[in-house]
């Protein structure tokens, strides 16, 4: 299975945020689109980073007082990881769990074609697997015809 089938369920919007937004304005996003992540962009729409709100609560915790002022900018991941539509789920799967990252922007031609998150892998992968089980389970009982 590939990322881009993924994709093809879960659609390709994806929540983003400007870096001169604030952290409160970070929390807020996560908020109203229940999301774990936020792809940042610059002025021009062009991706600059990663936040999550691990990313917001450790800047919390070093300037709690601030938290309405501090430019998201200042603590969003710069170096991306990104994934390609055509990826392998076992390969995408190793990879955010090497880097410890939960979110995956998917780029395709230069351009932001979705994101992938851990969840949406494992849950595709429980149901190949359920889906295979119970063919299974149905060709041992001989519930299919010879």
Known sequence: ????????????????????????EALSTFDSNRVGSLLVLDDK???VGIVAPSDVLRATLRACEKIKSIKVKTI?????IIGDPNDDLTYVRAIMTENRIRHLPII?????????SIGDIVKTELK????ENRYLRDYIISKYPA
């Open 1 to 24: 299975m590939k990322v881009k089938d993924i994709l093809a369920i879960k659609g390709s919007d994806v929540v983003t945020i400007n870096e001169d937004a604030t952290i409160y």
């Open 45 to 47: 729409a062009g991706i």
């Open 76 to 80: 969003m991941t710069r170096e991306l």
């Open 108 to 116: 395709e031609n230069k351009k932001l074609v979705g994101i992938v």
């Open 128 to 131: 190949a697997k359920d889906v």
